[in-house]
């Protein structure tokens, strides 16, 4: 048995040295988030580029759905419901569907519907958590199996409602979807318009990469200080036993309604930002396969691990991006014409990669590290060094 040496007050835990360290790793890390775009642009096109915004997007979505799963421990499979009602926020208040199929709405704004961004992510965010605590409230007495089964069906109700719901009165548009979603705007400067800046050419997939970064850290930042906020304590115990934490004194009820909340609210803001980037949505986007790929972002990544839910998010966006656009010319190259169907291989090694990792990495690429090991660490630090008992 391993016991740890108590640390003097005086003691400094984080030396200089491991200061600079963080702050040189900080640098290397902002510099690389900077020319990411540019970098990879030059390489590989506006393509690759518009790859990166979708990954972004993707970070927002499993951080949110970290909230759930990974703070609090509970499973959600319908959480791609909360992107699709900030999409579809972006997509009614911001193109010409309303006031096409609303007399008494074209009146009101005879130059149509155009509601800026600021404008329009706030009333995502609040309208997705609503949704949240819809959710949240009729299953608080429900862990495991039973969570994840309501949880699927309420993200397939609102898919299916949004694809119904264009008769008898037209609010979605259906199946067709909505078109003409304004993009994103801010002070005249349109994001959709390629723009120069010292002599450099930023098309429009730089200008979104750079705004989903900073929706990125607001999410980043919000889940840090949740995390280690005494709302964090309470969902780290609820996950670990939720009859513990109530006998701790901890009101479960709104502990666990309150992570759906957060948790929805940041699938609002991304849904809201899908929106205005691709000028159109359909309930086809939301289906339960988008779910699925949410939740495996944090599973891989490493479930209630801030950094580790970031990397499974990037490596999910990015791999199927990347069998998709090498299996094709690989069969070209060896056997001279495609064998089997790219797409097929795309899933194949999609899955078998999936299986592999949580064989050999059932915590995760990234996993929290352990109670003992940040003791440890700290102690190392102090330059104190664990005693056998």
């Not at 608080?140 to 009165?169: C, K």
Request: charged letters at 10%.
């Amino acid at each position: 048995m391993t016991s740890i040496q108590p640390i003097e007050p005086s003691t400094t835990l984080i030396p200089e040295k491991n200061m600079t360290k963080t702050l040189t790793v900080g640098i290397l890390t902002a510099v690389f988030v900077i020319a990411a775009p540019m970098i990879i642009g030059a390489a590989g096109g506006n393509y690759w580029v518009r790859v990166l915004d979708f990954a972004m997007l993707y970070v927002m979505l499993a951080l949110g759905l970290n909230v759930v799963v990974g703070f609090a421990g509970l499973l959600d499979l319908g959480y791609i419901a909360f992107y699709a009602i900030g999409a579809y926020v972006a997509a009614l208040l911001s193109s010409p569907h309303l006031t096409s199929q609303f007399e008494w709405i074209a009146h009101m704004f005879p130059n149509g519907l155009h509601t800026p961004i600021w404008v329009i992510v706030p009333i995502a965010m609040a309208l997705a958590a609503t949704f949240g605590v819809l959710l949240g409230a009729p299953t608080l007495r429900l862990r495991g199996d039973y969570l994840a089964i309501v949880t699927l069906g309420f993200g397939e109700i609102v898919r299916i409602f949004m694809n119904n719901l264009d008769r008898p009165v037209n609010i979605t548009n259906g199946p067709k979807g909505i078109t003409g979603i304004d993009p994103v705007s801010v002070g005249g400067f349109s994001l959709a318009q390629t723009h120069s800046l010292f002599g450099f050419q930023f098309p429009s997939v730089y200008s979104y990469y750079y705004l989903f970064v900073l929706c990125s850290l607001f999410v980043i930042w919000t889940c840090t200080r949740l995390q280690h906020s005494r709302i964090g304590r309470a969902w780290a115990a609820i996950r670990e036993d939720e009859i513990a934490a109530k006998a701790m004194g901890i009101n479960t009820r709104n502990v666990k309604l309150l992570a759906f909340a957060m948790g929805a609210s940041f699938g609002g803001l991304s849904g809201a930002m899908f929106g205005s980037f691709q000028g159109f949505v359909s309930p086809e986007s939301f289906t339960f396969w988008e779910s699925v790929v949410v939740l495996a972002c944090v599973v891989l990544g490493g479930m209630g691990h801030i950094p580790g839910v970031i990397l499974g998010a990037v490596l999910l966006a990015v791999f199927p991006e990347f069998l998709r656009s090498t299996m094709g010319p690989l069969q070209n190259a060896i056997f001279g014409h495609e064998i089997v169907d790219t797409e097929v291989i795309r899933q194949l090694l999609y899955g078998l990669a999936m299986v592999v990792i949580m064989l050999y990495r059932s915590e995760g690429l990234w996993p929290s590290p352990k109670h003992e090991d940040k003791i440890a660490k700290l102690a190392k630090r102090a330059g104190k060094k664990p005693v056998r008992a």
